[in-house]
């Protein structure tokens, strides 16, 4: 039963005080009759008790053996005379008790109906503040009923989102887990990649550093400016030395030696009119050119050197003058450097070769002999001169060496930008001069130290000439 439906049966309860009187009275009565009979039931009990009484003690009588009939009737008398007084004061004694039993009876309903009400009062008050109690916890347990539905709810919720983000991963771990075995796979491919990779550049790094050498091969132009200037100067020396006091005897030469001092100088009469050193300059310096810087490299046997020629003319066809000029170099130097033996051997010949050929036309036009000193100074300066050109050649710009050939009835200007006249005149009053003959090359660098930008043009020495007087 609810607290209300409590309440409603307490206040129903107080509503009807006829039901209650009457359950009272029945329970009053029920208690009256436990405890004592009312007046009339103990009169009507005495009543009926003493004729019965009576008649129990005239039959005991009766009974009785010898009894005398006058003393019975006498005796009988005096008993109901007796009696019936005793039975007239006995009725106001019954009569008086009796108001005293309601009396104390009355007190008795009164005082319990007292505590019944005060037993009601209090049993509406503990059953209010039971209800009142019961409200608050059922409220309380409602509320953390709710409270703790909604945090199930929540839990529940997050719970069925972490499941479905666990199947995410786990599909994710899944993925990754194949993508790994992938990349396991592509990284020890990637490893035996890059061990054979290691092993090609290694072997790339070695060639590079036993062919190219380019930081070492490579100089500057200051340097061989310095160089060509120490050549011409041996040059220079080697003429002086050995044939200052000598006289030219041209018209004595063989026809083989005048071929070919006419093909080294052309006008070489012009010249031996003028200066007799700058002939024999200019015919050593024809013949260094020829020896040492017009091979392909020096230093090489003629059909090897001929064979590269004919590779780098072949690639010409196919690839860039930078890439050319890149592969000249890297292939020279690389032949530079493994066929050490083969072009020191070759050189001692070509420089041999050199020598005779100086030998035998200085012979033929000079009064001089040939000398031991005069061979060894020889060789000194065109093993610089083949040295120079080696250096030449396995550089990425293009250098040449230039010569001019001065023919007969064909005029070449004095050109200040490349030449430089040996004379010791002013190079405005040579402008426009004839050039008589030339004693030693220019040399003219195209391009850059990298082999690129072939249109920079850079004369690192001047070819040194003799112009015509006026």
């Known amino acids: 039963m609810s607290p209300s439906d409590k309440r409603r049966s307490v206040h129903q309860a107080a509503a009807t005080p006829s039901s ?15 405890i004592a009979a009312p007046p009339r039931a103990q009169l009507h009990s005495v009543s009926s008790s003493s004729p019965t009484r009576a008649a129990h003690e005239g039959e005991s009588n009766a009974h009785e053996p010898n009894s005398n009939p006058h003393l019975t009737n006498s005796a009988s008398s005096k008993e109901s005379t007796s009696r019936s007084s005793a039975a007239k004061g006995g009725s106001a004694k019954d009569k008086d008790s009796s108001q005293l039993i309601i009396r104390e009876k009355d007190e008795k309903i009164a ?14 008050r503990t059953l209010d503040k039971l209800s009142h109690s019961e409200s608050e916890t059922a409220s309380f347990w409602q509320a953390k ?3 703790l539905n909604q945090q199930f709810t929540r839990v529940d919720t997050e719970l069925q989102l972490l499941n479905a983000e666990l199947e995410i991963r786990m599909a994710e771990r899944e993925e990754m887990r194949e993508s790994l075995e992938g990349m396991r796979k592509d990284l020890g491919d990637r490893e035996e990649e890059a061990r054979s990779l290691k092993v090609h550049l290694a072997k790339m790094k070695q060639w590079i550093s036993t062919s190219t050498r380019i930081t070492e091969d490579q ?18 020396n080697w003429v002086i030395s050995h044939f200052k006091k000598a006289r030219l005897v041209i ?5 083989e030696v005048a071929k070919e001092l006419a093909r080294l100088v052309p006008t070489f009469e ?8 700058a002939l024999l300059q200019t015919i050593v310096a024809r013949i260094m050119v020829e020896v040492v810087f017009e091979p392909y490299f020096a230093g090489l046997p003629d059909d090897q050197s001929e064979t590269l020629r004919q590779h780098e003319h072949d690639l010409s066809q196919m690839l860039p003058a930078e890439a050319i000029n890149q592969w000249r170099a890297s292939t020279l130097a690389l032949v530079r450097k493994h066929s050490a033996n083969t072009i020191r051997e070759h050189t001692a010949c070509l420089i041999d070769g050199g020598v005779a050929r100086l030998n035998q036309v200085f012979d033929a036009i000079t009064d001089t002999e040939t000398t031991t000193t005069r061979d060894q100074a020889a060789r000194a300066f065109l ?20 010569m001019h050939a001065i023919l007969p009835h064909h005029q070449i200007p004095y050109d200040f930008a490349t030449m430089e006249d040996v004379g010791g005149e002013d190079d405005e009053d040579l402008i426009g001069r004839e050039v008589l003959c030339v004693i030693f090359p220019a040399l003219v660098k195209t391009g850059d130290v990298a082999g690129e930008h072939l249109h920079f043009k850079n004369v690192i020495c001047k070819a040194k000439v003799v112009c015509a007087a006026e």
């Not at 005082?111 to 509406?124: C, D, H, I, P, Q």
């Not at 100089?219 to 220079?236: C, H, P, R, V």
């Not at 012009?270 to 050193?277: E, G, N």
């Open 20 to 34: 209650s009187s009457a359950l009272r009275s029945s329970n009053g009565s029920r208690a009256s009759a436990i």
């Open 111 to 124: 005082t319990l109906k007292r505590e019944l009400a005060g037993m009601a009062s209090e049993f509406e």
């Open 145 to 147: 009923h709710a409270a």
């Open 219 to 236: 100089t500057s132009d200051q340097q061989f400016a310095e160089i060509m200037m120490k050549l011409m100067n041996g040059l220079q």
């Open 251 to 255: 018209h004595s030469a063989g026809e």
């Open 270 to 277: 012009q010249v031996a009119s003028q200066s007799k050193v």
């Open 383 to 402: 093993g610089n001169a083949l040295e120079l050109a080696q250096a030449l050649a396995v550089q990425k710009a293009q250098f040449k060496v230039d």
